[in-house]
């Protein structure tokens, strides 16, 4: 008797919660109630902080390819086990390596200044004793190209320095317009002669931090080492340019390593009909070496497990597979996300959606989606029930993040977490991305609003995916 | 004729700006004028900024006894003739020096994580390869005491971590209260046995930076290496203690170098009725290593030299001498104020006054000040003329400053700049400390308030000492 009600009760749970059903639901019965019951986990503490603390406390930095990194792989597994999922295992992938040593700068000319600078990420070194050059102020890539075009000999012999400022004001050049000057600014100075490359921070941190990123050479051409300096220090460089020529030492002992493995962790809530249909939901496990990689994508790890969990602990499982996907190697060169989409290239078809949560701690406000038409009332409907959360935003369009971008020509259904993120930058890439800059209730409501949206999608009738494009097959 | 009419115009122009004139106003009428055309400059634009960014700019860090303590001196003597003031002058200054090596810490055990940290000043070096030993964590000096006298091993062998957090509410343990952590804690733990110290930063920044300040030894006692770790990281510490025994490495480079000297660096505007007699304005010229020494002290040196440039530019000088003195090696042993003290104790009657600016970059609140009972109707005269800058509150009692404090049992009249400092542990005695963090208009008031008082006080017919309580030479 006592097991018998144990056994309704969660079905006695779904009729009293549910709300009154329309005729013209586009979420079926059940699935407006499981939707609904996760919605509300939003309002309570989950565990979403737990996980980010635990990987960064007990991981720390991840750089793929590293010892952190290899540690976080068999993290990822051991927590993904422990909650119970299914199917967890460790996919490998081939990362490229590389890593940080001893890093100064100073202004000798006209004063001596110690510059706080990191390499960026997949940096030559500097030779022995570093490189002391005049420095070559340029705002923008564009501006570079029309120094050279101008004069061809207008950074050789010097470091060039990319002084353009990111900033929070959404009509001034954000990160996104800034990011090229950091990928490929060296790769662009070096054929000119340049010797190095300084870039200001593409971040908003207005403390003495460098925002490091990783930098890209063209294939055979000339390498020279890369930087970023703090927006303190490279407000020092401007105030002291605009007096007079500037001379920078800058010593870099970081090194790029023979390539590597590391892994894209798995593990799954197998779905009740049909499970060999998932949707995936993720954030990428490695991180920078500076920090603990908490906001960048400890958050996003932390969402995706969490909206796991909360799934798996209803009482009525969606009708496909959740699948969590902890990417390897999103920092420098997405070869997580690459291979993901490869290895499952002949799955993809039976992805009914893949989720991404990678835009750090900040309040969710919603999410963006790319998927046929025929899917918006079915999010529309689950929106209206995130709007508590704050969450119930959708935007058409886009990749949904980076690390599932793979899949867009697949015609898989994308789907990004949005969420504020006006100290986002402020900190991302930067030694000061730690587990205290986590906002728990944010994340709790990140979390929940990723579980409802995914299992709703998970458990519609229909998968509602794009045409595909394009093989899916080396998508990038 | 224009020459003669240059000659009245000032004169002219103080009748004209002058209030009208009461019979038992506490300031004289040319005083009361020349007050309030100062108070005004602190609604404009002043030059205070200028000499805070070229000392920082130009110098930078500057610990006493290194060199760029050195070029400081030197600085500030150029800077002092540039501005036309007299007696431009450095005193020498004893001072022991030290110098910062590499520093690193990792926890070792139950996980592997890198601490941010900074060697106190004065610390000794650890052995070579480091200290890596178990944590014992102290919540307070008062704490280690009783444990050791519960167990006289509680922290033998150990490294002992100071965790009290310095917090911005008034009720709670702010900074003054926490400095015996950093300043006695590694004198009070050595004899116990204990290897190093680790001090949670005594300040309030969020962001991942080590605040230093110096450590002090018992002359003949046992010395054992300190350093201050991050909030952020102690923090870390205090998730992982939480859950069983922490073992960390601490590897300081550090080193106590030979004795060796500084300066006080002195300028002076003549008193137009009795040159002898003074009125000392003041900040110090030396700073911690990490920053670049912008709100402590480069802010107070900036207000200290605009207020007797600003005091220079009237067309009528103060009866008595306005001396600027930026104070050697106020960070490490106060050796400029007390050389200053005895260096000038048969002068310290004539002086009328001592101002300290040492409270960073915020707004101007007023004055504390600590003399006879017969100054305070004049005092508070300038007081109202103050408060269109925010800087009319008076508070009575209290040393000035650390560096004016010596003089303090010779009776000299101290007043103290009381400036908002919500945010001046946040990057004091850190990596941060910076020129960016410097508010220019909150600058500009400053250095009006002081010129503003510091005028009246060296107005006045008479001076207003208190007793002297004790003999002036070697005060503490």
Not at 73 to 97: C, D, H, S, T
Not at 120 to 147: D, F, H, K, Q
Not at 224 to 249: H, Q, W, Y
Not at 383 to 393: F, M, Q, S, T
Request: aromatic fraction near 4%; include cysteine; hydrophobic fraction near 45%.
């Amino acid at each position: 008797m006592t097991r018998l009600l144990r056994g309704i009760a969660p079905a006695l749970a779904f009729l009293l919660f549910a709300p009154a059903v329309r005729a013209d639901d586009p979420l079926p019965v059940e699935t407006r109630a499981a939707v609904a019951a996760l919605a509300r986990k939003g309002s309570a503490q989950t565990r979403a902080v737990e996980w980010v603390r635990r990987l960064t406390d007990e991981v720390g930095p991840r750089l793929a390819g590293s010892p952190g990194d290899r540690a976080a792989v068999a993290w990822g597994q051991a927590l993904l086990r422990e909650l119970g999922l299914a199917n967890v295992r460790a996919e490998e992938v081939p990362v490229k390596a590389w890593e940080r040593g001893v890093e100064t700068a100073e202004v000798v000319a006209p004063f001596r200044q110690r510059l706080v600078v990191a390499a960026l990420g997949g940096s030559v070194p500097t030779p022995e004793g570093g490189v002391a050059a005049p420095i070559a102020r340029m705002e923008s890539l564009e501006a570079l190209e029309e120094a050279v075009k101008a004069d061809p000999d207008a950074v050789r012999g010097k470091i060039v320095f990319f002084g353009r400022r990111t900033v929070k004001d959404p009509a001034g050049p954000g990160y996104g317009k800034n990011v090229p000057m950091r990928s490929s600014g060296p790769a662009k100075a070096a054929p000119h002669g340049a010797l190095a490359v300084i870039v200001r921070s593409v971040g908003t941190s207005t403390s003495r931090f460098a925002h490091t990123g990783s930098t890209n050479y063209e294939v055979g051409g000339p390498r020279i080492p890369a930087a970023a300096v703090s927006n303190t220090d490279a407000d020092l460089l401007e105030r002291l340019l605009a007096k007079g020529p500037v001379t920078v030492r800058l010593v870099l002992g970081c090194r790029p390593l023979p390539d590597t493995t590391s892994a894209n962790v798995i593990g799954e809530v197998p779905g009740r009909e049909r499970p060999d249909e998932v949707v995936v939901v993720s954030g990428h496990l490695d991180s920078w070496d500076l920090g603990t990689g908490a906001v960048d994508d400890g958050a996003g790890v932390a969402i995706a497990v969490e909206a796991a969990r909360l799934v798996a602990e209803l009482p009525r499982r969606p009708r496909r597979t959740i699948r969590v996907v902890l990417f390897a190697n999103e920092e420098s060169g997405l070869a997580g996300g690459k291979s993901y989409a490869e290895r499952h290239v002949a799955e993809l078809p039976k992805h009914a959606g893949a989720f991404e949560a990678d835009s750090g701690t900040g309040a969710p406000q919603g999410f963006s989606w790319n998927a046929a038409d025929t899917l918006e009332p079915a999010l529309a409907a689950v929106a209206k029930l995130l709007e508590p959360l704050g969450a119930g935003a959708l935007r058409k369009g886009g990749a949904g993040g980076a690390d599932i971008s793979p899949m867009l020509p697949s015609g898989v259904p994308l789907f990004g977490l949005r969420q504020d993120s006006a100290t986002y930058f402020d900190v991302h890439h930067t030694a000061d991305d730690t587990f205290d800059k986590i906002e728990p209730a944010s994340l709790d409501r990140a979390a929940a609003a990723v579980a409802a949206m995914a299992y709703a999608v998970a458990d519609l009738p229909e998968i509602h995916g794009r045409p595909a494009e394009a093989p899916a097959a080396k998508p990038r």
